[in-house]
């Protein structure tokens, strides 16, 4: 959809501009891409850190392909954390070898969109770890989580806070190049009206590209990558409400429940799907 939305600003935009019997070669000013282009990037480097320019470059590959999380894939996270439960309730050292190596959990192995999604796999693994080495109080347990959980979104947000304020910026960029190009105009006062007239086009152009692609083209990016963190991090806050309830000693069973309704309405299974699920999950097991 990221793709989709481009090519629809870029196809109206121009189809407009062509509609009035605009020129298109008159928009290819690659001095003006340069200086803007060139000024951006520098401006992104200069304000982030090597490991977080990859970063960047991530998650903006990332957002291409992201796609919202369903309700399936909410549903087996759901099913994955009644296990859980189930076997912490059961016997809690037989939980060790799963939250130590996941890829080889038979129960992970049953959820793999669970076990892909490394946040919330890293998630539930560690925290199930400290309670089993030595169990703390839920006030302290939900402290612990919320400090994870604060600290992975401040740096996932970097990302799009970084996008914004170079998206903020261009306009701006943009205006430099039109005022190098106001510059270069005065040069060929004497060339006649038709000279004139182009070079005032060509550094017109520069204001133009900025605009475009701040509110065109960076700006919406940035908001949907902040849209993707904080899908990731509803995800992740589903299995922190299942296992503060275990903290809780509550039964798998109010664990999960607990869970489901954390799970955004739109995309929340109802309970009658949940308690069927986790009815059938011993046999599926099996």
Known sequence: MVIVGA??????VLGGYVAHHGNLAVLIQIEEFIIIGGAAIGAMVTSNTVPQMKHMLHSVLHSLKKKPITKEQYQELLLCLYELCKVVKTNPLSLEPHVEKP?????????????????????????????????MSPYDLEDLMDKDMKSVSEEELHVAHAINKVSDAMPGLGIVAAVLGVVITMGK?????????????????????GILISYGFMGPLATKIEGDIADDGKYVDV?????????????????????RRTVPPGVRPNFEEIDKATSNVGSKAA
């Open 7 to 12: 090519l629809i600003v870029l196809g109206c």
């Open 103 to 135: 890829e080889s959990s038979d129960i992970f192995k049953r959820y793999p969109f669970v076990l892909g999604n490394h946040h919330v796999l890293h998630f539930i693994c560690d925290t199930l770890k400290v309670q089993i080495s030595s169990p």
């Open 189 to 209: 006062l004497s060339q006649g009206k038709s000279v004139i007239g182009e070079s005032v086009a060509a550094a017109l152009v520069g204001t133009f590209i």
């Open 239 to 259: 299995a922190k409400s299942a296992i503060l309830a275990l903290a809780k000693e509550c039964a798998p069973k109010v664990c999960v429940e607990f869970a």
